[in-house]
Each structure stands twice: as C-alpha cells, then as structure tokens.
C-alpha cells in the first residue's frame, strides 16, 4: 500500500518558520515530481510548490515565493517544504503529493492537482498574530 505521511505541522506565530516532511512509503518516488498543495475550508486546493525528480526544478505559488522552499532527499523518500516568515494567510491544511501519471525522470514539475494522484493525508499548520 502506498503512503505518503506528512508531519511538522502545528502552531507557530507570525514570522515564525515550520518544516514540513512528508514520508513516502510502499513505493519509490524518485523519478517522479512530489509537491505541496494547501486547501482551506470550502476552498479549492491550491498549488504551493512542486519538485521534479531530479530537484533542478522548482516552482513555487507567488504567494510564497522568497519564503518556502521545496526540497527532497531519494534516500529516504521524502519531500520537505521549509516554510519561513510564515503569515496568518499561511494558516490551512497542506497536503503533500506525487505523480506518476507522466513518464519517469521527465524532469516535470506539475503546478495542477489534476496531474497528482498520491496524496497525503494533510497536515494543519496555523499562524497565529
């Protein structure tokens, strides 16, 4: 059974920072891009940053360009999303993702939900004021 295990959510302060991993497990992601999407109540997911696999690509939402930064490590299977000077608009629930819906070590990095079809089940982050 393929999982992907998000954790490092939590509560920090304005211009606070977290750290997010997310942990694949039952198969390997490495050829294939991984990302992050966050989804607020009664709003649609929102892109946040993706990763292809070989990490030269990186793409991030203008919302958090200059602050985040998405990075992952083959060895262990897991995606990471360093997350700095975090706003209250930052506040919601992101989930990791992986695709495998493109051929493999094609160097993409999709920034739409349609193309992922792992998905973690989400961590909370909120920032508070």
């Known amino acids: 059974q393929v999982q992907l295990v998000e954790s490092g959510g939590g509560l920090v302060q304005a211009g606070g920072s977290l750290r997010l991993s997310c942990a694949a497990s039952?198969?390997?992601?490495?050829?294939?891009?991984m990302g992050w999407f966050r989804q607020a109540p009664g709003k649609e997911r929102e892109f946040v940053s993706t990763?292809?696999?070989?990490?030269?690509?990186?793409y991030y939402a203008n919302a958090v360009k200059g602050r985040f930064t998405i990075s992952r490590d083959h060895a262990k299977n897991t995606v990471y999303l360093q997350m700095n000077s975090l706003k209250p608009e930052d506040k919601t629930v992101y989930f990791c993702t992986a695709s495998t819906s493109s051929m493999g070590y094609s160097d993409r990095a999709p920034a739409n939900a349609y193309e992922y079809n792992y998905w973690g089940q989400g961590t909370q982050v909120t920032v508070s004021s």
């Open positions: 990763i292809s696999w070989s990490g030269w690509r990186t």
């Open positions: 039952g198969r390997t992601f490495s050829g294939y891009p």
